[in-house]
């Protein structure tokens, strides 16, 4: 495997790399990617090659953390052939459902290993679009990725589809074929919930009206205090622990907007009627811990280090950890030993927690996956 990064910041960048990539991976800051001409240089060059990649809220380079740039990976693999497909959700009336069937219908099964998935952060219902994906792909297939961001503005995200072109309301998914890759994945979260578990009373699919019978948006307002002025934005730093029956883990659920005449709330994934919620905080150790552990589900089972990692991160993590932000980074990069690693901080995370569990959308937690070949 062929593997080289570069950091894009202005049209004086060198975009050529020393040998011809078959897949590029394009995480970048939305007004840049819009503005530039640098992924449309990129297709002309290497016309075969195809690309993944989204509108981020920061950017990942190795162990850097980065906003305002454009970070592009190339890869050239020994013995791996990648294909791709894209629904655009804007020409279509599909559910996210329906989409999350269609984008894997298009990629031939025989030999497909691994699906990696970039979506539009804000159009999208994350839950119901991992749940097409995974009933079309079966059991066999891993599958991975994240929801494109916008910084902290939520006012648009667009995607880098695979023939190089920069769309809004789109997904799209490169499919892996190889008997000498190997796959590895893991996502954890390490925030802290407190107080009582509170009943949702009312909702529809992610939009959540009513907790113990009152306006969600006024008790999650009496929360917040202070903090509630700077809502949507503010709600990073307080997501929901949801669990939909006794027998689930719990998974976090981040405010992606708010309806001030509804009273109601509007996140990534799903919060269904009847199940449990319980308000969050963040400990900066606790959010780099979980990284960590991210980065040692990922690895586990695998008998060589990784040469290759794509971390997806939540931009709720990244504006609490702050300054502390590239330890988390740096945390996973020990623990793989120092693969190449690329990837962004995200409105959404598409991983199962390990190989013995079902991809699901989390939110508020740092997602690695690791590449090899043999």
Not at 212 to 235: C, N, V
Not at 323 to 335: I, K, L, P
Request: overall charge negative; hydrophobic content about 40%.
């Amino acid at each position: 495997m062929e593997i080289n990064q570069l950091v894009y910041t202005n049209a004086s960048s060198n975009v050529t790399f020393s040998f011809s990539p078959q897949l590029f991976f394009v995480f970048g800051n939305r007004e840049l990617l819009e503005k530039s001409d640098v992924i449309a240089q990129l297709a002309a060059l290497y016309p075969e090659a195809l690309f993944s990649g989204c509108s981020t809220a920061g950017e990942i380079s190795n162990v850097s953390v980065k906003d305002n740039t454009i970070i592009i990976t190339a890869i050239r693999f020994d013995d791996t052939i990648v294909k791709s497909s894209k629904v655009a959700l804007e020409d279509i009336h599909f559910s996210s459902i329906e989409a999350g069937k269609n984008l894997v219908s298009q990629l031939p099964k025989e030999g497909l290993k691994h699906v990696f998935v970039v979506s539009d952060g804000l159009k999208v219902n994350g839950t119901d679009l991992v749940k097409g994906m995974a009933e079309g792909l079966g059991s066999e297939v891993s599958l991975t990725g994240g929801l494109a961001g916008d910084g902290s503005h939520f006012a648009r995200t667009v995607i880098v589809e695979p023939d190089g072109n920069i769309a809004s309301e789109t997904v799209a998914a490169i499919g892996f074929y190889g008997e000498n890759l190997t796959i590895g994945f893991g996502s954890r979260g390490g925030w802290d919930s407190f107080g009582l578990d509170r009943r949702v009373t009312r909702s529809k699919e992610n939009i959540l009206f009513e907790i113990d019978g009152e306006p969600a948006l006024d008790l999650y307002k009496s929360f917040l205090g202070d903090k509630a002025k700077e809502l949507p934005a503010s709600g990073l730093l307080f997501p929901l622990s949801m669990r939909d029956s006794e027998d689930r883990a719990p998974v976090v659920r981040t405010i992606l907007g708010i309806n001030e005449d509804e009273k109601s709330l509007t996140f990534a994934g799903d919060i269904p009627e009847g199940s449990f919620v319980r308000l969050m905080k963040a400990n900066n150790d606790r959010l780099i811990n979980g990284a960590e552990e991210a980065a040692q589900a990922a690895s586990e089972g695998l008998k060589n280090n990784p040469e290759f990692a794509i971390l997806v991160s939540c931009v709720g993590r990244k504006l609490v950890l702050k300054q502390m932000v590239e330890e988390e980074v740096e945390s996973v990069s020990d623990v793989l030993d120092s693969p190449v690693i690329t990837g962004f901080y995200s409105y959404g995370e598409l991983a199962p927690f390990n190989r013995n569990s079902l991809c699901e959308l989390h939110n508020q937690t740092m997602t690695v996956t690791t590449f090899r070949e043999y």
